[in-house]
């Protein structure tokens, strides 16, 4: 799909509000001259709010949607790392329960905004940020797609039966973080409950291959595919 809007063409800022008694810090970002648009919350992984995340939020922009990128480490002070251990013990720190928390003012906040369509919302995320992005929208009906990439499905998956948006969910095959087991049972969850959803695979492909700033891991040519099924899911269910 064609970008609607260049790079000059968008107006990028940092903004804060209330979740409870935690100020949120987020990366917003929004194009030129934007009217009655769809809005999509870019998640983090577990590395924080760093420029990767902030790109994609402004790839989003390009085509159309205002995109906001909420720091999920607003509560411990914007950490933004690239050391596995402390990723780890900033993810593990972050209670489901806290972030779904901030996630929902992230959502409370973007329909305030100037030129947002409220009833126009989306979200995807990364690694920790795909398990949000897959728990958001079981827990706030005004989230009406998701496309989380590689991330955790709970187990019992109990709570996808209070889904209330499509979901797209992205897979690489030789994910070391997330099983199949996670893939199957996510597959299940919405055949049982009857959900709009579907996995996409890709073989012989890492986790984080989406990640175009880790030669360790990126993988161009399905990360391209992943961007464009996420674009048309998107445009399908929100527009653009």
């Known amino acids: 799909m064609a970008e609607k809007y260049t790079d000059q063409q968008l107006n990028d800022l940092t903004v804060q509000y209330q979740s409870d008694e935690v100020t949120m810090t987020a990366y917003l970002v929004k194009p030129e001259g934007t009217s009655n648009a769809p809005a999509i919350i870019v998640i983090q992984e577990w590395w924080g709010m760093n420029d990767h995340i902030k790109d994609v939020a402004r790839r989003l922009a390009k085509h159309g949607y205002v995109a906001i990128a909420p720091d999920m480490y607003s509560r411990f002070g914007n950490t933004i790392t690239t050391d596995a251990d402390e990723a780890g013990r900033l993810m593990t720190t972050l209670q489901q329960e806290d972030g779904l928390k901030d996630l929902n003012a992230t959502v409370a906040y973007l329909k305030t905004v100037p030129g947002v369509d409220a009833s126009r919302i989306g979200t995807m995320g990364f690694c920790m940020g795909g398990s949000y992005a897959l728990m958001l929208p079981a827990v706030n009906a005004d989230i009406k797609a998701a496309v989380p990439f ?5 187990d019992p998956a109990t709570p996808l039966q209070n889904l209330q948006a499509p979901v797209l969910y992205i897979y690489g095959e030789d994910d070391g973080w997330i099983t199949h087991d996670h893939v199957d049972r996510l597959r299940g969850a919405l055949k049982e409950y009857n959900k709009v959803g579907e996995a996409k695979t890709y073989p012989n492909t890492p986790h984080a291959f989406f990640n175009d700033s880790r030669p360790d891991v990126y993988s ?5 595919d992943a ?3 996420t674009l048309a899911f998107f445009s399908q269910h929100l527009g653009s």
């Open 227 to 229: 961007w464009d099924r």
């Open 220 to 224: 161009p040519n399905e990360a391209k």
């Open 150 to 154: 590689y991330g955790q499905v709970p």
